[in-house]
């Protein structure tokens, strides 16, 4: 089976790390390699500042990026596999992953709701209306 290789991240340059776009980049093939690239992109929804800032927002810094996981699959799966990346795990319970990589705090958060989205930069990002910080 061919592996299909996510380049949105950087393709589209979502942060202004280029470390941080490349990383999203390898979870998103990963995953996608074993769900669906689009199930995983629907089922990640940036969320709180970056996604503020996507929505062109001016937000003077992000060092947290914050996503909202809407497969309880998905983020099991996630948080099994998430030490084969180069991040350093700050919290891991069964609805909550925090993580610590280039200098940014990343989270995960499994929310199975109804979440308003949009898509912006070929992202699901929670729309502006939802998003609370």
């Given at each position: 089976?061919?592996?299909?290789?996510?380049?949105?991240?950087?393709?589209?340059?979502?942060?202004?790390?280029p470390?941080?776009?490349?990383?999203?980049?390898?979870?998103?093939?990963?995953l996608?390699?074993?769900?669906s690239?689009?199930?995983v992109e629907?089922?990640?929804?940036?969320?709180?500042?970056?996604?503020?800032?996507?929505?062109?927002?001016?937000?003077?810094?992000?060092?947290t990026?914050?996503f909202?996981?809407?497969?309880?699959?998905?983020?099991?799966?996630?948080?099994?596999?998430?030490?084969?990346?180069?991040?350093s795990?700050?919290?891991n319970?069964?609805s909550?992953?925090?993580?610590?990589?280039?200098?940014?705090?990343?989270?995960?958060?499994?929310?199975?709701?109804?979440?308003?989205?949009v898509?912006?930069?070929?992202?699901?990002?929670?729309?502006?209306?939802?998003?609370?910080?």
């Open positions: 089976m061919p592996i299909t290789y996510y380049e949105k991240f950087t393709d589209d340059i979502v942060f202004s790390s470390e941080l776009n490349v990383l999203f980049n390898q979870i998103y093939t990963y996608g390699n074993v769900y690239l689009q199930l629907d089922s990640f929804i940036l969320d709180k500042k970056a996604a503020l800032s996507l929505h062109g927002e001016i937000i003077s810094t992000i060092e990026v914050d909202t996981v809407i497969s309880e699959d998905i983020f099991r799966f996630f948080i099994s596999s998430v030490s084969m990346l180069e991040v795990i700050i919290e319970n069964k909550f992953l925090s993580l610590r990589a280039f200098g940014y705090i990343l989270t995960f958060s499994l929310n199975m709701g109804d979440i308003k989205t898509k912006i930069k070929n992202l699901t990002v929670r729309d502006r209306t939802d998003i609370i910080i």
